[in-house]
């Protein structure tokens, strides 16, 4: 047509140069990055979790991840390995999450006033998943320096010790309140994001979704203060032998413990 | 004859006792200088069967005739009279009073141009929409024979399209969602649900291809940050959530490539 | 001085604009179209039913073809219709319905097998055809031999103006929203553009163009019962009437919808008796049967909406506090077809009345509707008297639907007018006549002409109060130009009205702004709209017969012998308080279909002395041509193939009348 107007099919949108494939991937991206913390997540309570089941089982689980099991002794840098992969996880996925962050006070300011405005749920819970998500940059950051610094210094003991002793109590309730909260919504929200659970009634799907998250959270918050709580009653009582560390039961068979650099701690 | 049990105790509204509803409007007209924003509050008598269409214009006609406002069908269907009431964006028109309480608050609908008061310019923001989505048939070919039979369709697609085209273009869903007040150039669910009518249409000959040119970025489908309360206030109760949720699927598989 | 230069001025956005400027786009000219609202909130928006055209693609449309459409318009006019306009229209409908169906419109589609239907309060099952499957849909409506409206779900009108307005976003056709005409500007005999003012700033502009297109829709505001829109308020036709040189005719033709809910006077659609729906009184009992056996709630508009107001009147009315309404019935349909198919009655019923159409009555009472007159224009659309100024939609009297229209009608009459006198009009702008040779001296007259108006409103020395007068002129309209008419009232109506048109020129503003005011609109329209009001109560007063949607008590007959006639109407002097009538003939030698009984309603009416005359001739042709092709018997009762653009003309496809199996060469000439 002499107005060159597409107004069939072709025309007009082949002659322009093709748009980035950046923006697709960069959002699978987002969403799978978030996808494997979220459930990296789920393990991460599983297994720091275990000391609820006693002092040997979280040893057990701490070795089992050292290789103990595998190499007849302890190789702490795996799990420096594995931290150094998740350190670079939450990297991407913190660069990537950034560019839904507000660029500005303005920005920022006219969400807030649209939240308050609107008292909408999801909306609202967008908002405490950028705060969460923020904070845990900071929060996240600290822990994971540690446990890739430190990967021998995990343990019943060794992990009690600086829950109490080394005051990251205050740290590790602040985030996990975020993480949970965070992790939670993100799970939600990748549902309705990608329409996993679609069903004909559109409603009552995201009703059972948000429930379904609401429970997770609280399930794992109840599980994380638990755990945190047996850290500190264990950390309270061992304060007075700060820096021990944990031999269990079934290898305590030399009565005389063994200095530091024994066979069974750290390899160095 | 069949008798309808609802026939007999039906009756046009119910005999409330009459109340004040007072009314405050976020005003402020920038073609006048010298006007700055402020709220204003107006109270009236409800009456019964009062909807926020009858009730503006009672305010204009009996206390205040600079009020602007929109209204053009009254009757919910053509999407002119959205505003923010109680915060919440939604058709003035179909708004009984007596769902509201007595304390009532008006604003005009954020993101669009305002004209003044509860007046907004929808129209330009779709138009500019229209035309950057291509929101229209993109045929096979210009000329149909259009003395033949026409083309046939299956009767659910033609359902399926239906309800995706039922949107009025109120803008409701733009002014409820934050990434639209954040950044100007999203598209907004209206632009989205458009695009999922016209790729469920056979008549239209784009490719997924096509539609990620046009939808394949932040500013597009990428842009939507799930918030949904664009489905939440649509006064067509369009499925907005599952349609985004599906360009979005399509889209990442049109750009993953 | 603000001049806009273009080839076609469309004033106004709805569906007959917008397709007016598509055609003329097509070939080559440049369009501007104004419009009050952005085009898609335009009425035709509001259309629910559905959109008369004679595809024959139901079991119940099987046998329907142009004769039979043109045969039911004729009819539902009470022989008001120029039947040549009529064969136009009906050849063109089932051709808009496809082009449409190209566009996007998401027609809904037959459904091989079978279905359940309510037909006369009793469920029937119809089993529809194999070949049919997948085509588009149809359903009856009042006063129609055939299911005949296409529709889509329940939003007819909605999906073909979006479709529509999409192709004109297409078509980068310029779209002026919030720019109201206010003026036509003309040298009495050929016309150049309108004066327009601008909602936002208040800002005048001159449109000059070499066709101006009048599109602005109905004038339903005139009365206080009303379906229409809000801006349905016939500023469009008013502009033409006050050129004093073009006329407007049959305004007294003013068409009651049976059910709008009440008292919102919003309206619920004809298909809900289409579908099954009944009408019931206070004591529930479903009276149309005994009013109108063979029809019953399906008989055209005026007939059931007058039998409505009739049994009121006998005291059968269920009484309110806002007065009394009767019952529509459509519990019957059940949940799943009131949720599929009527959603939008569901929820206006939900959102207006608080009640719920699946287990609950609605209540309803018959509310102005649809203005059968407007701009009088010849079969192309164009203004006999003003050259240059043409007319489609429900603002124009191309004259389609005489006294009456049938539902469905309208809608189809936009697209159709709008292919047809968009094409007229390029035509037009091709050929040299069209250029524009004018001062820039009138265009200043009449620039300065309306901001003198609007200055000296602005200025606000008047005592009167518009919205005040307004309401009377309404109240008025309502209650004494309305379904029943009296001499008596009538005359009582026009002297009132007179003195409102006197009492408007001294109005007073409270607030004087000259940007966006809508007291200062509403001040200026008031003229304009008392005149068109006038033209209605004048005309409806010296016609003393009754016909089609006018129905006077005081003459129940209708009358062709004396009134076989359109009413033209023309404002000489801009002081005047009446329009200037006169009487244009319809000439019963040429009709196709001689005046006779419509089926329904009255039986008694006093012929025309050449109709036995007529019908003799009709009969006669008939005879001889036994037997040859439809087309050519037509052909021969009234020739008017030719009326019709190239590109629109030829047979339409059926199933049951289908085209040679090769694709037939396309005729249609590329516009490209
Ligand atoms: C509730 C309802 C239901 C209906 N249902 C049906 C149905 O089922 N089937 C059917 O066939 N018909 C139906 N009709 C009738 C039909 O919808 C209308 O007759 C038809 O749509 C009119 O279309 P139009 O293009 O002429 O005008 P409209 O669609 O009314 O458009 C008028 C345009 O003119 C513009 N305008 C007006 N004045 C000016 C001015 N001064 N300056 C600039 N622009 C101006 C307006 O902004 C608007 O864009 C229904 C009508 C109503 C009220
Ligand atoms: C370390 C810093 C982190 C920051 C700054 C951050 C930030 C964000 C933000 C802003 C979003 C919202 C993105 C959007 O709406 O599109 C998001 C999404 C998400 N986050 Fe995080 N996050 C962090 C860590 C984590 C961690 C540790 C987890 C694991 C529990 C996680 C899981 C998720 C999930 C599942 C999503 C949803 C993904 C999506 O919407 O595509 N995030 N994150
Ligand atoms: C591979 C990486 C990680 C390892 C090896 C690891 C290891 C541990 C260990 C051993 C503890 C017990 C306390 C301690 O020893 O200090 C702990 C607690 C915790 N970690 Fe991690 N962590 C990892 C990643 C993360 C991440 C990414 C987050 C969240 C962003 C996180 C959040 C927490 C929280 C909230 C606690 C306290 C839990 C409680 O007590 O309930 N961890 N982690
Ligand atoms: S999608 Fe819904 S809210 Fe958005 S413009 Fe359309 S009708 Fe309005
Ligand atoms: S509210 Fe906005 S962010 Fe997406 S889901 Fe709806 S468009
Ligand atoms: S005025 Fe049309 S939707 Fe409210």
Redesign the pocket.
Known sequence: MEHGVPLIVGVGLTDHARKSHWPARLDLAQSASGLV?AL??WG??A???S?LLGKDAMWTV?KF?EGYFFFGRSHPWI?SI??A???A??VTHALLALRKFPINYLQFSSFRGHMRMMRHEDTTLWYWQVLTGFA?FF??SV??Y???TR?D???PF???D??WSDH??PL??V??????L?GGIGLYRLAVKWGWFGSADAKAMRRRLKLAKWALTAFFLV??????A??IRIGVEHSDRYGERYVPAQLQTSPVPAPAGGDLRSPR | MTESAAMPSQSISPESAQRKVRISVLRYNPQERGSVPRMQTYELEEADGMTLFIALNEIREKQDASLQFDFVCRAGICGSCAMVINGRPGLACRTLTRSLGSEITLAPLPVFELIADLSVNTGKWMRAMSERLQAWVHMKQIEVDISRLEERMEPELAQKIYELDRCIECGCCVAGCGTARMREDFVGAVGLNKIARFRLDPRDARTDADFYELVGDDSGVFGCMSLLACHDVCPKALPLATQIAFVRRKMAGAGWK | MNVIYTDVLVIGGGLAGLRIGIGAKRRGHDVTILSLVPPKRSHSAAAQGGMQASLGNVVKAMGDNEDVHFEDTVRGSDWGADQRVVRMFVDTAPKAVRELAAWGVPWSRVQKGDRQVIINAQKVTITERDEAHGLVMQRDFGGTKKSRACYVSDGTGHAMLYAMSDQAIAHAITVHERMEALALIHDGSRCYGAVARNLVTGELVAYVAKATAIASGGAGRLYRATTNAVICEGIGTALALETGVAAVANMEAIQFHPTAIFPASILVTEGCRGDGGLLRDAAGKRFMPDYEPEKKELASRDVVARRMEEHIRRGAGVKSRFGEHLWLDITLLGAKHINSNLREVKEICQYFLGIDPIKDWIPVRPAQHYTMGGVRTDHTGGSPTLKGLYAAGEAACWDLHGFNRLGGNSVAETVVGGMIVGEFIADFCDRPESDLQLSTGLIREFLEHEQAKLDALAAGNGSEDANALRARMQEIMTSKVGIFRTGDDLAAAVEELQSLLRRSRNIGLRYTARGANPELVSAYRLPKMLRLALCVAHGALIRTESRGAHFRQDYPRRNDAEWLHRTLATWKNADDTLPTLAREPLDVMQMELPPGWRGYGAKDYVDHPDTPRRAAEVEAIRTKLAGAARAAVQDALMPCATLLPQRFRGPNERIDEPFAPPAAPRQSTSPT
């Open positions: 913390l990296f997540m991460h309570m297994f720091v979790s000391i701490t991840f799990v594995v931290v992969m998740v350190i996880l939450v845990l929060l996240a822990h994971l540690i446990m890739l990967p210094r995990i343990g060794e992990s009690a600086r829950v990251f109590w590790y309730i985030l996990l309140l975020a993480v949970e965070h599980l994380g203060f638990a755990t945190l047996a850290y």
